[in-house]
């Protein structure tokens, strides 16, 4: 999963000191898990080809809605259009990447669209909101 990239920004950014931009990717993984277990688990949606589970885990990755590799790319696209200062090729060549990422989700059978649609929206939700809780929180 897109998970491990996430990550990996994650350890850089706090190797090469960059508090603020460790902060959004750190508080933001921990965002989009935050919200994405308990609607999995409230509003469990079986995936195109369903996986079977046994217990609470095995569940929520069972669970269809919303696709965390939506909500992650499109966290990490607003991350790095920001970072960039809107660099215009740089988004236009990321976007194309997010873009076969959520295809990829749907051709697949991993998704239907609406998880992806959800998992998109997550991602733009949890972004602006770990933003605003940095800017109140920490004096960077």
């Known amino acids: 999963g897109s998970y491990q990239i996430f990550i990996v920004f994650i350890l850089s950014f706090l190797f090469l000191a960059m508090t603020k931009e460790f902060l ?6 921990i965002l989009l898990y935050t919200f994405a277990v308990p609607i999995r688990l409230i509003f469990f949606k079986e995936r195109p080809v369903p996986k079977k589970f046994n217990d609470v885990f095995g569940r929520i990755s069972a669970s269809s809605i919303p696709s965390l ?10 991350f790095f ?15 194309v990447v997010v873009l076969i990422v959520l295809f990829s989700r749907v051709y697949f059978k991993k998704h239907y669209v609406v998880d992806v649609v959800v998992g998109v929206i997550l991602g733009i939700v949890c972004y602006y909101l770990t933003n605003y809780l940095i800017e109140i929180l920490f004096v960077i």
């Open 24 to 29: 959004i990717l750190f508080i933001g993984i």
């Open 69 to 78: 590799h939506s909500a992650r790319s499109t966290f990490l696209l607003l």
């Open 81 to 95: 259009v920001y970072l960039t200062k809107i660099n215009i090729l740089f988004t236009f060549f990321a976007s």
